[in-house]
């Protein structure tokens, strides 16, 4: 137990972000409101970006923001920045989480405009008369 | 222009005339023909060019803005991504031609929205089969999918609900995709597919790396719709637009079991992916085996044209994946040539779908009565693309199942090839049944309640959606004849040497 215990405390960050991940598939999966629904998927969405920012970190490390001419003369010691790729990749990951949430912000619209309502089982109710 | 990246000026005919389609469309609905047509003929003629340098040249990859692999994002255009580059093309175009037509109809003043993402879900299509950078692959499926959302929220009546199930399905897809290449970020600090491959080597035993396989491909199962995880595909593609469908249909599924091979071949390798854990192998045919017979049997209940086609579709999807899986030669050639030819089958019976709905308003079956008489023409091309789902020579279906069920012999494995003969008698009698109300029902004979007032009128479709319609259906026979060229030339290329 204690081990296990260690293991969780050690990599604290990433135990956070499948607690997350499972709150946000949870909503995804299990919650009958579209709009609840939609923020389940967005926690998912976040907690990955998390995840992969997080892969980037080292202990000590400044922001991989490097004095040029320093850089090109005597190359860059690469553990005192912290790995920049997996930032720039879920700047990418970002956009396409905000235009998924637009498009589905402007599907749920047209659904209210259609049933007055966004509880899925009254949807459902409407739809089976 | 050059012959070297021929394949990007293909990728970006569709991008670039979606935006002049918003812009010009909006002004006069005449613009929208012309330049959708005109770009896709363009990406047409260019894929054939891209096609004919690789199998005279072999395969060729491509650095975007000369910065070089690993680092920089490459493109590869091999004899399998070559192929579906033709096909994507072709497919695109000849659902155009109706699309057009269809739209006129169902989105009067908004078609140059409905074209604008029609044209960048294509583009996203191309940019999926050539890219070999495993974060660009997730970027592209989301571009497909978004645009895809859009289009299907574009139909009537329940189609918003059904966008919005894919919307919430399709994102998970995309995050267990996105999560899977995450550990492989951190487990090899690359992100070119290739060279992830070379990193892999001596990591085949690692828990990591098993997380990061099951994570791609259920990302991947969920957006190809394979049977468990197959639940938002009937509505969203039953209830989207007809034109939206026409195109949809054929082309996304297809092009994500090329990711599935794509990701096996270059990212894992068939190292990895088949010989590592026998037990997964045949595992999943195992479950494309079950998912043929349980698609199967839900398209008999299903009492409109067009919804039965969706559960088919994902039957289809359960062929492809058990011949991927399969592991041997002619298991993967099945595969590859049943992408070609379901997309074309698939073309033609969504194209027929579109016209009877087009003259008919609708396809319940009690809507079919009689339709043979009324649409001779179109019902003739149905009915080929019904036998080539079936499997009936000289069609394209038959060859194809026939190298599936070879692969599945060579593998020994009978539950799929069960599975298959099984499926192919149901089609038999889905299809049979379509024919039976179509050409013995006399018009409104079982329920003849209300709808012979309009009988009356109804006529062929008109020539600009049986035109396309007439082509998938001689191309069908065509492409069934000339498939050992096709697999002797060009899919046996794509192919790993040590299969």
């Known amino acids: 137990m204690s081990e296990f215990m260690a293991e969780v405390v050690g990599k604290y960050n990433y135990w956070l972000y499948v607690v997350l991940m499972m709150i946000g598939f949870y909503a995804m999966i299990g919650k009958r409101n579209l709009v609840k629904k939609l923020l389940g998927m967005n926690i998912f969405q976040t907690a990955i970006i998390l995840f992969y920012v997080s892969t980037g970190v080292k202990r000590g490390a400044g922001i991989p923001i490097v004095d040029k001419y320093a850089a090109l003369k005597h190359g860059v010691d690469a553990a005192t920045v912290v790995n920049p790729l997996p930032h720039v990749l879920m700047l990418t990951a970002i956009v396409v989480s905000v235009s998924v949430t637009g498009v589905a912000l402007a599907v749920l619209l047209r659904i209210y405009r259609e049933y007055g309502t966004l509880e899925e089982d009254e949807i459902l109710e409407k739809i089976g008369r | 222009m050059t012959t070297s990246n021929l394949h990007l000026y293909v990728l970006a005919a569709p991008l670039l005339t979606a935006f002049f389609v918003n812009l010009l469309g909006r002004k006069s609905r005449s613009w929208i023909a012309p330049l959708a047509l005109g770009s896709l003929a363009f990406s047409t003629v260019g894929s054939v060019l891209v096609l004919l340098r690789v199998l005279t040249h072999g395969a060729y990859s491509y650095t975007v803005g000369n910065w070089n692999p690993p680092f920089g994002i490459e493109l590869l255009v091999d004899h399998l991504s070559a192929l579906m580059l033709l096909l994507i093309s072709a497919v695109a175009l000849i659902a155009t031609v109706s699309a057009l037509k269809s739209a006129e109809r169902e989105h009067p003043g908004r078609e140059h929205l409905f074209f604008t993402l029609y044209l960048i879900l294509i583009a996203g299509l191309y940019g999926l089969v050539l890219t070999a950078d495993a974060f660009n692959l997730y970027v592209l499926l989301e571009i497909t999918s978004i645009t895809s959302y859009g289009l299907i929220a574009m139909g009537k009546e329940r189609a918003p609900l059904a966008s919005f199930n894919y919307i919430i399905m399709g994102s998970i897809g995309a995050c267990f995709y996105l999560l899977g290449v995450g550990y492989l970020y951190i487990l090899t600090g690359s992100l070119n597919m290739a060279d992830i491959a070379i990193l892999l080597q001596?990591?085949?035993?690692t828990a990591a790396l098993a997380t990061a396989f099951a994570f791609v491909l259920v990302g991947l199962g969920v957006k190809m719709a394979f049977f468990p995880l197959h639940g938002w595909l009937p509505n969203a593609y039953s209830l989207a637009p007809t034109g939206a469908g026409t195109?949809?249909?054929?082309?996304?599924?297809?092009?994500?079991?090329?990711?599935?091979?794509?990701?096996?071949?270059t990212v894992f390798t068939p190292d990895y992916a088949f010989f590592h854990s026998p037990l997964v192998q045949s595992g999943i045919v195992w479950v494309a085996a079950g998912s043929i017979l349980c698609a199967s049997a839900l398209a008999l209940g299903q009492r409109d044209l067009r919804r039965m086609l969706t559960y088919i579709l994902i039957a289809e999807v359960g062929y492809m994946v058990g011949g991927v899986w399969l592991a041997n030669a002619n298991g993967l050639t099945g595969a590859i040539l049943h992408i070609v030819n379901d997309s074309l089958m698939t073309l033609c019976l969504f194209l027929a779908v579109a016209a009877i709905s087009y003259r008919m308003g609708g396809t319940g079956f009690d809507r079919l009565q009689g339709i043979y008489r009324k649409m001779p023409v179109t019902m003739a091309a149905f009915t080929v693309g019904a036998f080539s789902m079936i499997g009936v020579p000289p069609t394209a279906g038959f060859f194809s199942k026939w190298y599936l069920i070879l692969g599945g012999i060579d593998a020994g494995h009978w539950g799929f090839v069960a599975a298959l003969?099984?499926?192919?008698?149901?089609?038999?009698?889905?299809?049979?049944?379509?024919?039976?109300?179509?050409?013995?029902?006399?018009?409104?004979?079982?329920?003849?309640?209300?709808?012979?007032?309009?009988?009356?009128?109804?006529?062929?479709?008109?020539?600009?959606?049986?035109?396309?319609?007439?082509?998938?259906?001689?191309?069908?026979?065509?492409?069934?004849?000339?498939?050992?060229?096709?697999?002797?030339?060009?899919?046996?290329?794509?192919?790993?040497?040590?299969?």
């Open chain 2, 247 to 265: 195109m949809i249909a054929p082309l996304m599924t297809k092009v994500t079991v090329y990711l599935m091979i794509r990701v096996i071949l």
């Open chain 2, 202 to 205: 001596g990591l085949y035993g």
């Open chain 2, 421 to 499: 003969v099984i499926s192919s008698l149901v089609n038999a009698v889905l299809f049979f049944r379509i024919i039976e109300i179509g050409f013995f029902f006399a018009p409104g004979d079982a329920h003849g309640h209300g709808h012979e007032a309009h009988h009356e009128e109804i006529k062929e479709a008109p020539l600009q959606m049986l035109q396309p319609l007439i082509f998938t259906a001689i191309a069908l026979i065509v492409v069934g004849l000339s498939s050992g060229p096709l697999v002797d030339k060009v899919i046996r290329l794509a192919i790993p040497g040590s299969f």
